[in-house]
Structures are given as C-alpha cells and as structure tokens.
C-alpha cells in the first residue's frame, strides 16, 4: 500500500475512533471516557508505529547500539 493512502486510512480510522467514543459516551454515560479514548490511541499509534516504521522518520528512537 502507498505511504499517503495509509495515512489517509489511519487518519480516517482515528477519526471513527474518536466520533464513536464520544457518541458512546454521549449514550452511556457511565462508560469512562478517560480509560476508553488513551486505550484505543495506544493501541491505534501501536499498530502505526508497526506499519508505517515511525523509526525511519524519527531516528531518534532507534535503539542506541552498543
């Protein structure tokens, strides 16, 4: 897959994401907002970060070699 087509999907996907747990949220209220949105972008940056090799663009998080 293209790098711009993944980022449009990941974008789009964060998007969801966020509408979805605050219409969620706005239903239940008693859902905890604070646990549901930082779990669900740990997750999504997770799988970005696998996919998309955020190391290439950010050399600084490569692992120092000893």
Request: proline share 5%; glycine share 4%.
């Amino acid at each position: 897959m293209k790098l711009l087509l993944k980022y449009i999907l990941y974008s789009l996907l964060i998007i969801v994401l966020v509408s979805g747990t605050v219409l969620l949220y706005r239903t239940h209220p008693e859902a905890q907002l604070a646990f549901i949105l930082p779990g669900l972008f740990i997750l999504v940056f997770s799988r970005m970060s696998d996919d998309l090799n955020f190391k290439t663009f950010f050399p600084h998080w490569k692992a120092k070699e000893k």
